[in-house]
């Protein structure tokens, strides 16, 4: 497995892979949980998906697995900004209004949303490792940005979850349950803080051919 990052202006560094991600959205969003979510037949895709966002995502075998978006707190993309502040702003009827609770504007906070791991990576230990390289690449972007803190709307059992791996989460908040897929999700903080000895540099740089070799790459790359 390794790591991707980029944002939209270099997604074209990485061939398909980008709409790979988009994919994936859709399997496990709209298909298997039902959220009633912008989509087509292939693709799910948000107003979020815009250039103030970034992209970490994970390649195995040439194949996008997994991944991730990510954006500051202080996004504003017309009438939007970011999922949590839209929500407590009552612009997403799905999400409780005080589900955060408060307007939060920081450049050093970041909003990761749209986590997915592909079904095809099926151990617990490859899942493990998948979410990962998702989390330490999200950590690299947010900190080339200046950011030192990261938030999300996930299910509550992510934080025994990102535990586990060495990064220090935690619940801010109580938990509601979303009328379209019935789970629970609160809002989680963590440090931007890489759960590695060694920090492993993050850019938005293409990577080598061989990491996705199923992604054809510029010549110039």
């Not at 895709?45 to 075998?61: E, G």
């Not at 970041?110 to 490792?129: F, G, K, L, Q």
């Not at 690449?137 to 938030?151: C, F, I, R, S």
Request: charged share 25%; aromatic share 10%.
């Amino acid at each position: 497995m390794q790591n991707i990052t980029f944002k939209l202006s270099n997604l074209h560094h990485f061939g398909a892979a980008y709409f790979d991600y988009l994919k994936l959205r859709k399997q496990f969003f709209v298909d298997q949980l039902n959220w009633d979510i912008a989509h087509d037949d292939d693709y799910e895709m948000d107003q979020y998906d815009n250039p103030l966002a970034r992209y970490s995502l994970v390649v195995k075998d040439g194949k996008v697995i997994g991944g991730a978006r990510a954006m500051p707190t202080t996004s504003q993309w017309g009438k939007n900004t970011y999922m949590l502040k839209d929500s407590y702003r009552g612009m997403l009827p799905g999400i409780p209004e005080d589900v955060l609770g408060r307007d939060v504007t920081n450049r050093e906070i970041w909003e990761c949303t749209r986590v997915v791991i592909s079904d095809d990576v099926t151990t617990h230990a490859e899942r493990a490792e998948c979410l990962r390289h998702i989390v330490e690449g999200l950590v690299g972007m947010v900190n080339v940005e200046g950011g030192t803190e990261m938030m999300c709307l996930s299910p509550p059992t992510f934080v025994r979850a990102l535990r586990q791996l060495g990064f220090d989460c935690e619940r801010i908040g109580e938990p509601y349950r979303c009328e379209d897929d019935g789970r629970k999700y609160a809002v989680l903080r963590m440090p931007a803080r890489s759960s590695l000895k060694e920090k492993p540099a993050h850019t938005y740089s293409p990577t080598p051919k061989s990491v996705v070799r199923n992604y054809p790459l510029p010549e110039h790359a």
